[in-house]
């Protein structure tokens, strides 16, 4: 499995862009990388994923240089109701299990 | 469509007594995960299910810790002579493992609410 490397915590403000980046130095070839976004009280919730370059959807983009060796999770004009951790997760495509680490714990500020 | 379901949503019980903890995934799922989380601290694994292939039991944190998945959907997950110290979130999710044809696989876990154990 290829073990990521996240900051253990952000602090940001209301209409600030944040990101957020993930190492993974040992990703392989087939590997996806994938985000999960958890508010207290509750379970993760898938957010984005991304093999190479860059992907956008409603939530979030995430970027992905050409060595994939690391990756960062882009939050347009982040609210309060983003405070939240942001889990970064690289697939294991040999035995499909995928595991969480400690996550970025984001906390923005009014 | 109707999302992993966990139950119970709470569960107070003495030290010593032995729980069973459910999860019925997303129908069709042939992956299912157990995760534990404490207050404030990340996800730990603790089983995972594949189809039929047998678990991965590596994040099981003793013997008293243990899984089943009955017809390939249903989980439970019973943890004998509980302990204060594993009094946690317990959660549960599942995904639809699919391969991209050799070009990676995607592996998109979908969570259920969790069961909160207390043991007093």
């Known amino acids: 499995l290829a073990k990521t490397t996240q900051p253990i915590s952000m602090d940001s403000y209301e209409g600030q862009e944040v990101n957020i980046t993930c190492s993974h130095n040992?990703?392989?070839?087939?590997?996806?990388i994938t985000w999960y976004q958890q508010f207290p009280s509750q379970g993760p919730r898938f957010i984005i994923q991304?093999?190479?370059t860059k992907v956008t959807n409603e939530v979030a983009s995430l970027f992905i240089p050409a060595d994939r060796k690391s990756s960062t999770l882009s939050l347009p004009r982040v609210s309060l109701s983003d405070t939240a951790v942001y889990y970064c997760?690289?697939?294991?495509?040999?035995?499909?299990?995928?595991?969480f680490g400690a996550g970025t714990r984001l906390f923005v500020k009014a | 469509g109707a999302g992993v379901s966990q139950s119970p949503s709470n569960k107070v019980t003495e030290k010593g007594k032995d729980v069973e903890l459910r999860c019925d995934p997303i129908?069709?799922?042939?992956?299912l995960y157990w995760y534990r989380q404490s207050l404030g601290q990340g996800l730990e694994f603790l089983i995972y299910?594949?189809?039929?292939?047998?678990?991965?039991k590596s994040g099981l944190p003793s013997d008293r810790f243990s899984a089943e998945r009955t017809g390939g959907s249903v989980s439970t997950l019973t943890i004998q002579r509980t302990q204060q110290e594993d009094s946690a979130v317990y959660l549960c999710?599942?995904?639809?493992?699919?391969?991209?044809?050799?070009?990676?696989?995607?592996?998109?876990?979908?969570f259920g609410p969790g069961t909160r154990l207390t043991v007093l």
């Open positions: 999710a599942s995904s639809s493992v699919w391969d991209r044809g050799g070009s990676g696989a995607e592996d998109t876990q979908y």
């Open positions: 040992n990703i392989a070839t087939n590997d996806y």
């Open positions: 991304g093999y190479k």
């Open positions: 997760l690289v697939v294991n495509t040999g035995g499909f299990k995928t595991i």
């Open positions: 129908s069709g799922h042939t992956a």
């Open positions: 299910f594949q189809g039929n292939s047998a678990p991965d």
